[in-house]
Nanobody, 122 residues
Framework: QVQLVESGGGLVQPGGSLRLSCAVSASMHSFNTMGWYRQAPGKQREVVALFTDSAREGSTNYADSVRCRFTFSRDNAKNTINLQMNSQNPEDTAVYYC?????????????WGQGTQVTVSS
């Protein structure tokens, strides 16, 4: 069973920065889709940043609300993915989940982390 463990959440003031990391217990080459979702109280889970590994090069899609503030990255050697969050505002408060999947080919599977709380408040 693949395990995803997030770290780096916490309390940050508006305008501040946090960096989330997700350690994956399997080779990154096992997945073609990876990224971060979040769920705020009373709201549905939404995508924050999603990287898709194509045959030539990967591409990352960001939610409009975080584009130019958040940056997705991955380290294949360390089997980790990261989310650098800058210029945070209270609307970024949510539980953040990392996500790894193999999609568009057989077999398909996906895995989620347990979530890490991010609170933006003064």
């Amino acid at each position: 069973q693949v395990q995803l463990v997030e770290s780096g959440g916490g309390l940050v003031q508006p305008g501040g920065s946090l960096r989330l990391s997700c350690a994956v217990s399997a080779s990154m080459h096992s997945f073609n889709t990876m990224g971060w979702y979040r769920q705020a109280p009373g709201k549905q889970r939404e995508v924050v940043a999603l990287f898709t590994d194509s045959a030539r090069e990967g591409s990352t899609n960001y939610a409009d609300s975080v584009r130019c503030r958040f940056t997705f990255s991955r380290d294949n050697a360390k089997n980790t993915i990261n989310l650098q969050m800058n210029s945070q505002n209270p609307e970024d408060t949510a539980v953040y989940y990392c996500y790894e999947a193999q999609l568009y080919m057989s077999p398909q599977y996906d895995y989620w982390g347990q979530g890490t709380q991010v609170t933006v408040s003064s």
